[in-house]
């Protein structure tokens, strides 16, 4: 029940439009399990909302060694991307997803 309480309020605060508060789920939800993929690709995304591109990718690289899925690390990476202001890699990685990905990575990426 904590790890579903993590992910609703990590759903909650960016639409509350705290980014304080999602990095203090991010940051809680990685000490409580810092063997989620899931709780580290969070914490890449909101650094990446914070401006803060290299810690981003740190974290979305401990999230990659705890067990890869290829199109969410892409989604994330491209999300860092888009955060950061990288708009042509951003893109360039969804271009690789429609075209190269399996079947539901290529739904989900279009």
Request: hydrophobic share 45%; net charge neutral; aromatic share 8%.
């Amino acid at each position: 029940m904590a790890c579903e309480a993590l992910v609703a309020l990590s759903e909650s605060y960016p639409l509350a439009d705290s980014i304080a508060g999602s990095l203090r789920v991010a940051r809680l939800w990685t000490r409580l399990q810092p063997g989620s993929a899931q709780a580290w690709r969070y914490y890449a995304n909101v650094l990446a909302q914070r401006g803060w591109p290299d810690s981003s990718l740190a974290a979305l690289h401990v999230a990659d060694s705890l067990g890869s899925d290829g199109f969410r690390s892409a989604h994330t990476l491209m999300a860092i991307h888009l955060f950061t202001g990288a708009y042509s890699e951003a893109e360039q990685i969804m271009r690789v997803e429609l075209q190269s990905g399996p079947p539901k990575t290529r739904m989900e990426a279009g």
